[in-house]
């Protein structure tokens, strides 16, 4: 079946300090892989996706993820956080079933920063 | 400004009641969604519609009720047979369901349903 784990549900980092949200995926064919951003009370925002070609992707907000097929992972990076960053984040796979495509979320992570 | 206009923001349901959320796009997509988002749960979804006058059942759809009358507008009923509406509602658009790598879903801001 089709999933997606976010192994970690909060994480806290300080600011300026590098970030590494985990995902992982499980899905038989290619995959179409996508992370948002949710600010609170909001809807979800796109930061990246990954289709084919590069398997390291740039996003939006000096974002990049990493595609590695061999760990069925699609982790979300980010050198240096800004208090800004402080939001819930969701990886998602691009799938089809019962004919139409559709994406599934893992739980999210939320990250906190501190000053 | 394009984009998804949800409404309300905040809505409280009596017991026994049905009550319809509002979600409107002016991006010219195809295709419209609605998700249930509970927290340490994700996103799951409940109806799509790929086009006008065409919708099927998601993950989770007992309970609820859509139309799709026009391209732009995609509301769902929170029915009194959904015995526990109490969530964060997003509805989402894609340009076009037939492709993967076009559907890029995009959200609106969302709409508390709140049980009184």
């Known amino acids: 079946a089709q999933s997606v784990t976010q192994p970690d549900i909060h994480i806290t980092v300080s600011e300026g300090a590098s970030l590494e949200l985990r995902c992982n995926y499980s899905y038989g064919a290619t995959p179409y892989l996508f992370w948002y951003v949710q600010s609170p009370g909001q809807g979800l925002q796109l930061l990246l996706k990954?289709?084919?070609?590069?398997?390291l992707v740039q996003g939006i907000k000096g974002f990049e993820a990493e595609f590695k097929r061999s760990q069925s992972s699609f982790n979300l990076r980010k050198p240096s956080v800004h208090w800004s960053d402080a939001a819930e984040y969701f990886c998602?796979?691009?799938?089809?079933?019962?004919?139409?495509?559709?994406?599934?979320f893992g739980a999210g992570t939320r990250l906190a920063v501190h000053p | 400004d394009g984009g998804i206009t949800q409404s309300p923001k905040y809505l409280f349901r009596k017991e026994g009641q049905n009550v319809t959320l509002s979600c409107e796009q002016n991006?010219?997509?195809?295709?419209m969604y609605w998700y249930r988002q509970d927290p340490g749960q994700g996103l799951r979804l409940i109806y799509y519609s790929q086009i006008v006058n065409d919708f099927q059942k998601g993950d989770i759809a007992e309970g609820y009720s859509v139309s799709r009358e026009k391209k732009e507008s995609f509301p769902l009923t929170v029915t009194s047979a959904q015995k526990n509406p109490t969530a964060f509602y997003l509805c989402?658009?894609?340009?076009?369901?037939?492709?993967?790598?076009?559907?890029?879903?995009?959200f609106g801001a969302g709409t508390r349903l709140s049980v009184l």
């Open positions: 991006l010219n997509h195809d295709a």
């Open positions: 990954y289709f084919s070609g590069d398997t």
């Open positions: 989402a658009s894609s340009i076009d369901p037939g492709a993967v790598a076009k559907n890029i879903q995009y």
């Open positions: 998602a796979v691009g799938a089809i079933s019962g004919g139409y495509n559709k994406l599934i």
